[in-house]
């Protein structure tokens, strides 16, 4: 088999790919919501919440923002505080905040319209090269090549690519292959087939290869390298953190405060926090209460620790159930919130949780 990884813009496209994925799609595309429509808006809304979740969850949440925000301009109108609530438990909270923020810029810069240009899509607040390459095709016809992870993972294996994804020649590369390919393709139709076949074929773990219609010519298979692919050397280096989240018990309540600044959750409510080195037991805890919060504070009861992982960091947690003393001010900051009312905050997943399973009601 002749190899062509050093396939570039400058050779001819493999006549052989476009056609043999275009029938395969059209045969086996899964019947998704977002493929019934070429509204920029939805097909935006699904590529973002996409980069966050699996499918058959991302499809719940695209239907609820669908339904609450019919089209970018009620989008656009929204609080803060009720586009986090619809986000709550997708995590990467300033992708929602960036949806409202690009959803202001289409209503007041564009007549709310999304632009027809893939350079003007990629002024849109959080739009990438990605999304704007998706709306761009999808809905515009235009001949952008979209490569996300499914992109990497099938064109490594039927070319069989080594160069690793996570640098810059790579990411040239894997572009440049992934236009050339779309060179007279239905731009549109044609990155879905590939982004489907990575996400429902040619998948990171077993792959499905007998059902590939690309499998006769593709190099992985035939080198028995498909675990190898794509190559990937970059680490993140993942920080840990320890949180001591209080659940303070004042008239029917508790308090919830606002976070703030350049962190995790920014915008979300969650408990009054101490952040501290390490995790905090019965014994070491109380000391640290007194000194962040003064005296005559009870602990009634404690839970964890949970751990929470995120992308780069692994939230260490502790749950202290705690009585103020009687003198108690709370800090501005601090909101005394009933538990019939908590349906009213975007919460973190992590505070969510813990709220559901300590009584409070639980977000639809």
């Given at each position: 088999m ?5 396939l570039c ?5 493999p ?12 045969e086996?595309?899964r019947?998704?919501?977002w493929?019934?429509t070429?509204d920029?808006?939805r ?7 996409l ?8 499809t719940?949440y ?7 925000f019919?089209t ?5 109108q929204a609080?803060e505080?009720?586009?986090l609530?619809l986000?709550q438990?997708?995590?990467y ?5 960036n949806?409202?923020?690009a959803?202001q810029?289409?209503?007041?810069e564009h007549s ?5 240009d893939?350079?003007?899509?990629l ?16 809905c515009f ?12 993972r099938v064109?490594?294996?039927?070319f069989?690519i ?8 790579g990411?040239?590369?894997?572009r ?11 731009p549109g139709?044609?990155n879905q087939?590939?982004m ?6 040619c ?6 290869c007998?059902?590939?219609p ?5 190099i992985a ?5 498909i675990?190898?692919l794509p190559?990937?050397?970059g680490k993140?280096?993942v ?16 308090y ?5 600044g350049?962190d995790?959750?920014q915008g979300?409510?969650?408990l009054?926090?101490i952040?501290?080195?390490t995790t905090?037991?019965?014994?070491s805890?109380p000391?640290?209460l007194?000194?962040e919060?003064g005296?005559?504070?009870t602990?009634?009861d ?5 751990k ?10 502790m749950?202290?159930?705690l ?9 501005a900051?601090?909101?005394?919130v009933k538990?019939?009312?908590l349906?009213?905050y975007?919460l973190?997943?992590l505070i969510?949780?813990?709220?559901a399973?300590?009584?409070g009601?639980?977000h639809p």
């Amino acid at each position: 088999m002749e190899r062509t990884t050093d396939l570039c813009p400058c050779m001819s496209t493999p006549s052989w790919f476009g056609p043999a994925l275009a029938l395969w799609y059209r045969e086996h595309q899964r019947p998704l919501p977002w493929r019934q429509t070429r509204d920029p808006y939805r097909i935006w809304l699904s590529e973002v919440i996409l980069q966050q979740t699996r499918v058959d969850q991302g499809t719940a949440y695209w239907h609820r923002f669908v339904e609450r925000f019919p089209t970018v301009a009620d989008l656009a109108q929204a609080s803060e505080d009720e586009v986090l609530r619809l986000w709550q438990g997708l995590g990467y909270y300033s992708r929602a905040r960036n949806l409202r923020t690009a959803a202001q810029h289409v209503l007041n810069e564009h007549s709310g319209r999304f632009p027809p240009d893939h350079a003007a899509l990629l002024g849109l607040k959080g739009v990438g090269d990605y999304t704007a390459s998706a709306i761009a095709s999808i809905c515009f016809g235009i001949p952008e090549p979209v490569v996300d992870g499914n992109v990497y993972r099938v064109l490594s294996r039927v070319f069989g690519i080594t160069t690793p994804i996570d640098g810059t020649e790579g990411r040239k590369q894997f572009r440049a292959l992934a236009a050339e390919l779309l060179v007279g393709q239905e731009p549109g139709a044609h990155n879905q087939a590939v982004m489907e076949l990575g996400a429902t074929v040619c998948t990171p773990r077993n792959p499905r290869c007998g059902e590939c219609p690309l499998a006769h010519k593709c190099i992985a298979r035939a080198e028995g390298t498909i675990d190898e692919l794509p190559v990937k050397t970059g680490k993140t280096k993942v920080r840990a953190r320890h949180f001591n989240y209080l659940l303070i018990n004042v008239k029917g309540g508790f308090y919830l405060r606002k976070r703030a600044g350049k962190d995790i959750w920014q915008g979300l409510w969650e408990l009054p926090l101490i952040e501290t080195g390490t995790t905090m037991t019965a014994r070491s805890f109380p000391a640290t209460l007194k000194k962040e919060l003064g005296a005559g504070w009870t602990v009634q009861d404690r839970q964890g620790p949970v751990k929470h992982i995120l992308s780069h960091q692994v939230i260490h947690t502790m749950f202290w159930e705690l009585l103020p003393p009687k003198d108690h001010r709370a800090p501005a900051e601090w909101k005394a919130v009933k538990w019939k009312t908590l349906d009213q905050y975007g919460l973190p997943r992590l505070i969510e949780r813990h709220l559901a399973n300590y009584g409070g009601p639980v977000h639809p």
